[in-house]
């Protein structure tokens, strides 16, 4: 018995395949002051600072209800690549 569960426990110990790993980027947006885990859709419509894989995101923004889209009202963040869309009269001075 005791051999038995030694090569249960080696089968366990096996590579197997797995869905636990996922090429997935992990997308972060900032909500008051905090950073939030949240999917695609919300991310790329976020207007505040957002993270990909715990790196500073600056591009474009996206209209949640139209992906294909580009936001061009007011952003958080004022540097040239986020502000790149921005209409003039919501950029700041």
């Not at 636990?20 to 008051?32: A, F, S, T, W, Y």
């Not at 591009?59 to 004022?78: A, I, Q």
């Amino acid at each position: 018995m005791k051999e038995q569960g030694l090569q249960t426990w080696d089968a366990a110990l096996e590579s197997a395949p797995t869905d636990d790993i996922v090429n997935e980027p992990i997308l972060e947006i900032q909500v008051e002051g905090l950073w939030v885990m949240t999917d695609k859709d919300i991310w790329g419509a976020w207007t505040g600072m957002r993270r990909r894989n715990g790196v500073d995101f600056h591009g474009d923004v996206h209209l949640l209800s139209n992906p294909d889209k580009v936001w061009t009202g007011s952003r958080c963040c004022f540097c040239k690549t986020c502000q790149a869309h921005v209409e003039a009269k919501h950029r700041p001075n």
